[in-house]
């Protein structure tokens, strides 16, 4: 009898141990590599195209999301999910080009850019935790992503309202939230994150170089990129967010 409370003990202590390092593998296992966060490759990203390309965690709380929404007559579509730091680039290259031609200086072309957009390398986008969303059941505008679309009489008024009751009981947080104080990125009514994924990848990106990072990509306008604009840039538009997912 007290042989077998023996080997019940060391058969508990075992598991106990495995358990443990279980555990701390896969703490090991959910460190994000630099190239993860700034969107050069993420073997966590299911999917195979521009709007269905997201963080295997997002993808399957999504779903659930979508598959609610549709009780109600809502139809959610992804506009955006997963962007690549390659993506992201041509957007940012694309818009440097133009505004610069148009007569703005770089400085102030980069100023206009990330009105809306990011630098590469500096996208929640890149996460594939983060997504922008419109119903697709409503009426589509020529431009979807426009504030006014979601609100009052707007296509997606319905779909906002749902959003706001619902979407943090699956995990999606607005961001960049309609707060007059907060600074950095306008408000987007349509860009929600998938928290449980997105707040520890935020963690780790924080510990970032970003002013060595931009130098490394060779982003376009980098020489206009001071440490002072760096710093400015991190405090408002990565870190001036919906304080929920900081
Ligand atoms: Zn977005």
Known sequence: MKRNHFLKFI??????????ALKSFTFLQNKFTRNQL???????????????????EAKVAFLKMKTEAKKEGINIEVVSAYRSFQRQKEI??????????????????IDKIIEYSTIPGTSRHHWGTD?????????????????????GDGPYC???EWLNVHSESFGFYEVY????KRKGFKYEPWHFSYIPVSKPMLQE?????????????NILGNEY??????QKYRTENILDINPELL
């Open 131 to 151: 997504i922008d969303i419109i119903d697709s059941n409503a009426p589509r505008s020529k431009n979807v992503l426009n504030e006014e679309n979601f609100y």
């Open 158 to 160: 319905k779909l906002k």
């Open 205 to 217: 990106y924080k510990k970032l170089n970003l002013k060595a990072i931009l130098e490394e990509e």
């Open 38 to 56: 700034i969107g050069k490759g993420n073997p966590d990203i299911v999917g195979d195209s521009y709007t269905s390309k997201m963080h295997k």
């Open 177 to 180: 939230t309609n707060n007059s």
């Open 11 to 20: 058969g508990v202590t075992v598991l106990f141990v495995l358990l443990l």
């Open 92 to 109: 940012f290259d694309r818009k440097y080009k133009k505004f610069t031609s148009q007569g703005l200086s770089p400085s102030e072309a």
């Open 225 to 230: 990129f001071s440490e002072e604009f760096i």
